[in-house]
Nanobody, 119 residues
Framework: QVQLVESGGGLVQAGGSLRLSCAAS????????MGWYRQAPGKQRELVAS???????NDSDSVKGRFTISRDNAKNTVYLQMNSLKLEDTAVYYC?????????????WGQGTQVTVFS
């Protein structure tokens, strides 16, 4: 059973910072592509940033220069450092782990953590 547990969400004033963490159980972490997604009320879930097992990073245009994804394979943890937060960053943030067994992709999700940015 794969478990992803997010933490670090909360209330923050616009312009402030938060760091989200996602701890993964089991032995999947080092071989998984990890990602952070978010879903605002009434909107579809969207990719915020991802990092492959080899460390290649992809992030959305809306967070470039403000958010940084990183991973610590020794701690089975992926992070999302969020700086210069904006009101529109308010959403539930979800951690995702994607594994490929040679023929099929498997996707695992955390329970989500709320980030609320206020003015």
């Amino acid at each position: 059973q794969v478990q992803l547990v997010e933490s670090g969400g909360g209330l923050v004033q616009a312009g402030g910072s938060l760091r989200l963490s996602c701890a993964a159980s089991g032995s999947i972490f080092s071989s998984s592509n990890m990602g952070w997604y978010r879903q605002a009320p009434g909107k579809q879930r969207e990719l915020v940033a991802s990092i492959t097992s080899s460390g290649n990073i992809n992030d959305s245009d809306s967070v470039k220069g403000r958010f940084t994804i990183s991973r610590d394979n020794a701690k089975n943890t992926v992070y999302l450092q969020m700086n210069s937060l904006k009101l529109e960053d308010t959403a539930v943030y979800y951690c995702n782990a994607a594994q490929y067994d040679g023929s099929t992709w498997y996707s695992h999700w955390g329970q989500g953590t709320q980030v609320t940015v206020f003015s």
